[in-house]
């Protein structure tokens, strides 16, 4: 019955590409504030969506309590700007609906566009109700205080849903009428995609919108403004971070902490593989489970919680200080963790602390791996315990290890900011500064948005560049990438 | 298993060969002196690994006065639980706790959910630009924005003082999707044939077959995503800043911390305090420990039980890497 399309049916087929595309992007004006043809009136924020304004009452109102108590704005004019926005919502809802139909069969297509359609004419009446809203709050008697407005975006929905009802609408008449006997059905490819997709959409949200953050590093922009064109400066951030003394000192600074805490890291990132070896040689093996299972422990707490545990060990009335204090050594307590010196190498040590126990499973587990055989052949040449460990153990473990120190290297200027925003205090603050902890505090805590998101950038792309670079010498070396 | 009688001689003979053996490593003076010293080091760092979490521990049920003056250092004296009673009635401590278990159990069952039904999408190499949309997830896990782009998106997402926060973000996770993909491509294919061929449709084959066989890595993941959601603080940090109601039990921790709270400074700082935390003369320094404890409780609790878990975790992604 499938097989062969008609040629009307192949037409159909193309326009419905059109169709979906609009679809789409009816779907996604929905959330665009800028987009938002209910922001009839200055009153309401400028950082509402559409989306927001058919949901919620209460966020679309906000501001208007003074103005329908002073008679300015009637607010049925409100419940019939949010009733219409709450159409568009359902009818963007139902062409979406509509159009992932679109990809079932003949008989589905056909009930996809009349799904469409009807969805076209949800958008539709809302944008009437919409423009309606906006011709009585226009003629309030409070224009400079209402200031009433219209938006472009009622122009774009408008086409959009148009675009949609009236390519529905064709489509229903061009297309053949299905057999009475077929089933609705969609194709197992498509149907699996359509299960999908609900988690594409995730992924776009949380992962790659975030990108469209980074215009910020090209406009002088400050926590609750909206971006206009006005504002945009070009790579003045970018200079700023080169040529701005303060801001250079600041992230000189800043970055050699980065890379010396990385490269202590990085300097002691065979530590794991010495535990695994020597760890190994314990015969015994309820000791040795009991090692790994009690040193794996601070990997799973937090970075607060080790600092909760440094705290109760080395502050003012903590396990040293109160040690000491009552066997007489000292005469007070001394809160051992403020204090400015060594930060690098105590940030290693709690580094260690928490991960070289886990770090070692994988070494311990690759160690199982090697032949046993190679051990028994070495002893019966003579050679020593540690002749066999340098000899037969590390070579063995070299693959694994480079894979990681590779990793490490990639990850030089991600040394993320939990650690050492719990251990910063004002007496270490300066040598504990990295990267991560810099951009939240200039960011978050000053409010310093596109100075951060350049850095922000520039960090991404030099760790994939890192990455990159570090996958193509993997390959060149063992054949084999590491991503 | 029934052995024969040359079998059993055999192993016999293995083991007496092998006593012998071991016997002759120990006469090896070299030796001894290496086995002490690696045992001991072992032992140490073993201890130091454990000995902080007992320490806080014994802080926490000895009496409070020996605790101030310091006295409580290796051995608790005058047991007992009233500082945990008392912190229960702490209202923004419990609150903290509602939270952070809330976001664990629902962020968790979410994230296995959606892992284990992507993870079988995946493998499906029929879906319409099946390799286009798994590179598109993979992408993710080497490359991000930035955290200020991030913190915007969330606040143009509407996804600041929310719970929803915690939740929705963290429901895809690429690296588990990779590891539960790897284990159902080591399913036999012929079971989702035959029940493709009696007609089940691809939810149901899920359901009925798929998931039910990949527990073992759905648990793994599981245990995993469970302690990064415990764990997890700068979203709290970060996205909650004028919702404290919703901070997690780590931020609470983190803000006493860093608070020179003693049973004032609890109250002022909004906590409702009631009798009972009057009553017990509870230090700054005693309440820190408290907290603390029952942070790492949860944590230290499951761990046993989850031991494998957790090795198993690291070796699947060995594979992969």
Request: glycine fraction near 8%.
């Amino acid at each position: 019955m499938r097989g062969s399309k008609s040629s009307r049916e192949l037409m159909g087929d193309k326009l419905f590409y059109v169709i979906r595309i609009a679809i789409l992007l009816s779907v996604i004006f929905l959330f665009v504030p800028s987009l938002n043809p209910t922001r009839i009136s200055g009153l309401i924020n400028r950082n509402l969506s559409l989306f927001t304004a058919g949901i919620s009452y209460s966020t679309l109102t906000d501001d208007f309590g003074r103005a329908i108590k002073k008679g300015w704005v009637q607010e049925s004019t409100l419940q019939l700007l949010y009733v219409s926005a709450m159409s568009i919502c359902i009818g963007a809802a139902t062409m979406g609906i509509g159009g992932c139909m679109t990809l079932g069969n003949l008989k589905l297509k056909r009930l996809s566009s009349l799904i469409a359609a009807i969805g076209g004419i949800f958008e539709l009446v809302g944008l009437m109700g919409i423009y309606i809203s906006y011709s009585r709050i226009s003629l309030t008697t409070k224009p400079e205080k209402i200031e009433p407005q219209f938006q472009n975006g009622f122009w774009v929905i408008l086409a959009v849903s148009a675009i949609v009802l009236l390519l529905s609408v064709i489509e229903l008449l061009f297309l053949p009428k299905a057999q009475k006997e077929d089933k609705y059905s969609i194709d197992a490819k498509y149907q699996l995609f359509l299960m999908f997709m609900p988690f594409i959409a995730l992924i776009a949200v949380f992962s790659y919108l975030p990108l469209l953050g980074w215009r910020y590093a090209f406009f002088d922009y400050k926590v609750g403004d909206t971006l206009s064109m006005e504002k945009f400066v070009g790579f003045k951030w970018f200079n700023e971070l080169l040529k701005n003394p303060a801001t250079v000192r600041d992230i000189v600074r800043v970055l050699k902490n980065t890379l010396a805490m990385s490269g202590l890291g990085i300097a002691t990132s065979w530590l794991p593989m010495a535990f695994a070896i020597f760890l190994s040689e314990i015969k015994n093996v309820k000791f040795r489970r009991f090692v790994q299972v009690f040193t794996t422990v601070p990997n799973f707490i937090s970075w607060v919680l080790v600092y909760a545990i440094a705290f109760c060990i080395f502050s003012t009335d903590g396990f040293v200080s109160s040690l000491l204090v009552n066997m007489g050594i000292w005469d007070q307590g001394v809160n051992l963790l403020m204090s400015g010196e060594h930060t690098w190498l105590k940030m290693l040590g709690w580094g260690l602390w928490k991960g070289i126990g886990w770090s070692a499973i994988i070494y311990i587990a690759a160690i199982s791996g090697i032949d046993q055989q190679l051990y028994e052949a070495a002893t019966v040449d003579g050679a020593g315990r540690f002749q066999r460990m340098w000899h037969i153990t590390v070579p063995g473990l070299l693959p694994t290890f480079c894979v990681l120190l590779l990793m490490s290297v990639a990850n030089i200027l991600n040394n993320g900011m939990d650690q050492y925003l719990v251990f910063s205090n004002a007496t270490n603050i300066n040598s504990i500064m990295v990267l991560d902890l810099y951009v939240y505090k200039l960011g978050i805590g000053k409010g310093s948005i596109p100075l951060t998101t350049v850095i922000g950038m520039v960090k991404s792309i030099v760790s994939v560049t890192l990455l990159f670079a570090a996958n193509g010498i993997s390959k060149l070396i063992r054949g084999e990438s590491i991503i | 298993m029934a052995k024969t009688a040359q079998e059993r001689a055999d192993i016999k003979a293995e083991k007496r060969y092998e006593k012998k053996h071991r016997h002759k490593f120990r006469s090896n003076p070299g030796d001894i002196v290496f086995y002490i010293i690696n045992y001991f080091i072992f032992g140490l760092f073993t201890l130091v690994c454990t000995f902080p979490f007992y320490y806080i521990f014994i802080n926490t049920i000895s009496d409070n006065d020996l605790v101030i003056k310091g006295t409580i250092n290796f051995i608790p004296r005058g047991l007992h639980l009233d500082n945990y009673i008392a912190l229960a009635n702490v209202s923004d401590l419990s609150n903290a706790f509602i939270v952070s278990v809330g976001r664990t159990l629902i962020g968790t069952t979410l994230m296995v959910a959606a892992s284990g039904f992507v993870g079988y999408l995946v493998t499906k190499q029929e879906m319409w630009g099946r390799k286009f949309w798994y590179r598109f997830l993979i992408i993710t896990m080497y490359f991000n924005a930035g955290l200020i782009p991030w913190f915007l998106n969330m606040q143009m997402l509407g996804l600041t003082n929310t719970f929803l926060a915690y939740i929705i973000p963290g429901i895809v996770a690429p690296y588990n999707i990779i590891l539960v993909k790897t284990y159902i491509e080591s399913i036999p294919a012929e079971l989702e044939e035959s029940a493709a061929l009696d007609g089940a449709t691809y939810l149901t084959i899920f359901r009925k077959i798929i998931w039910p066989l990949s527990k073992p890595i759905l648990a793994t993941i599981a245990i995993f995503g469970a302690v990064g959601h415990w764990n997890s603080f700068t979203d709290s940090l970060i996205l909650m800043q004028s919702a404290p109601e919703l901070y997690t039990l780590q931020h609470r921790l983190y803000i006493y911390l860093n608070t020179a709270s003693n049973l004032k400074a609890l109250m002022e700082s909004g906590g409702q305090v009631s009798d009972a935390v009057l009553k017990s003369a509870m230090s700054g320094k005693v309440i820190k420990y408290t907290i603390s404890m029952v942070t790492v409780i949860p944590i230290l609790l499951i761990y046993p039980f989850m031991q494998r878990y957790f090795e198993k975790g690291i070796m699947l992604g060995a594979v992969k890497g």
